[in-house]
C-alpha cells in the first residue's frame, strides 16, 4: 500500500484528499472522518484521472469537509468552556490542566483549584471522565457525613443503606421497600444548605413514602421555609444537565 496526498480545488477551497493505493484494488472509493477525506485505489491511476473521476461527486467532498472544519470548531469552543469554574459545596472552582507523562493519576483539589493531569489528548470526553470520577470519590467522602448527621431526627424510622453515584434527573431518592436512600455524587457542588435539604428530603420518605401533606408537615418543622430552597434547588438543576461546568452567576455564595 502507498499513500499519497491531492489537492482539489472546490469553490476556491484547496481540500487535501488522502490517496490509499493498493496492488490488488479495482475500483476508487470515497470515504470521510473529519476533515479527512480519502480515496482508495489502484496503483496504476493518475493523479489527473483521479481528479476527473471525482468531479461528479465535488459537491459532497465539499459538504464534508465543511462540516468537518465545523466539527472542529464545536470541539475547539468546547476546549475553550473546559477553562472556566465548576463548584464544590457552591464554591465556584478553578479547573486546571496540566500535562503528565506518567502513570495515570486522579485529579487533585488544591486552594479551591481542581488540579487535572492529562496523559492523553485533552478531549472533552475523557475531561469529563475524570471529573465525574473526581466528584464521586469527594462524594462518598463527604456525603455520609451530611447523612449522618440528620439520623437523629429520624430515630424511630427503618434505617436505610445508603449509595451515591451519578445521576442525571434526580438529586435523590428513596426506595422505602428495600430500604436504600441513593444520593447524586453531583449533590457535592450545592451549597451545603441545599445539600441538607435533599438528604432530609430524602430521609422524610422513611416516614411517609408520598409527597402528602404529613410529608410535607415534616419538612417545614426543619425547613419552615422550603419553597424557597426548592426554588434555589431549581436554580442548581442547570448541573443535571449532562456534564455541564460553566459558570454559573444565578446564585452567589457568601
Not at 483521479?50 to 475547539?76: S, T, V
Not at 486522579?106 to 483549584?113: A, F, G
Not at 466528584?135 to 456525603?143: D, H, T, V
Request: net charge positive; proline share 4%.
Amino acid at each position: 500500500m502507498f499513500k499519497e496526498l491531492i489537492l482539489v480545488k472546490i469553490k476556491g477551497m484547496e481540500i487535501p484528499i488522502e490517496v490509499k493505493r493498493y496492488k490488488k484494488s479495482n475500483s476508487i472509493k470515497l470515504m470521510s472522518s473529519g476533515t479527512k477525506i480519502r480515496v482508495t485505489t489502484n496503483l496504476y491511476i493518475s493523479r489527473t484521472k483521479i481528479k476527473e473521476i471525482l468531479k461528479p461527486y465535488n459537491e459532497k467532498i465539499y459538504m464534508l469537509y465543511a462540516q468537518g472544519l465545523k466539527d472542529e470548531l464545536k470541539e475547539e469552543d468546547k476546549k475553550e468552556k473546559l477553562e472556566l469554574h465548576t463548584y464544590i459545596e457552591g464554591l465556584a472552582q478553578e479547573i486546571i490542566f496540566e500535562s503528565y507523562s506518567g502513570p495515570k493519576v486522579s485529579p487533585v483539589y488544591i486552594n479551591n483549584q481542581i488540579i487535572i493531569s492529562m496523559k492523553e489528548e485533552m478531549t472533552y470526553d475523557n475531561v469529563f471522565k475524570q471529573l465525574d470520577s473526581f466528584y464521586l470519590s469527594l462524594a462518598k467522602e463527604y456525603l455520609p457525613k451530611y447523612f449522618e448527621s440528620h439520623l437523629p431526627s429520624f430515630v424511630g424510622a427503618t434505617k436505610a443503606e445508603l449509595r451515591i453515584k451519578k445521576m442525571v434527573r434526580q438529586w435523590g431518592n428513596c426506595k422505602k421497600s428495600a430500604p436504600i436512600i441513593t444520593l447524586n455524587s453531583q449533590l457535592i457542588k450545592l451549597p451545603s444548605e441545599l445539600i441538607n435539604y435533599v438528604i432530609f428530603h430524602e430521609l422524610a420518605h422513611l416516614v411517609q413514602p408520598n409527597h402528602s401533606k404529613d410529608f410535607y408537615n415534616i419538612i417545614e418543622h426543619k425547613y419552615p421555609y422550603r419553597k424557597e430552597l426548592d426554588r434555589r434547588l431549581k436554580k442548581w438543576g442547570f448541573i443535571l444537565k449532562d456534564n455541564y461546568i460553566e459558570e454559573y452567576s444565578g446564585e452567589k455564595s457568601s
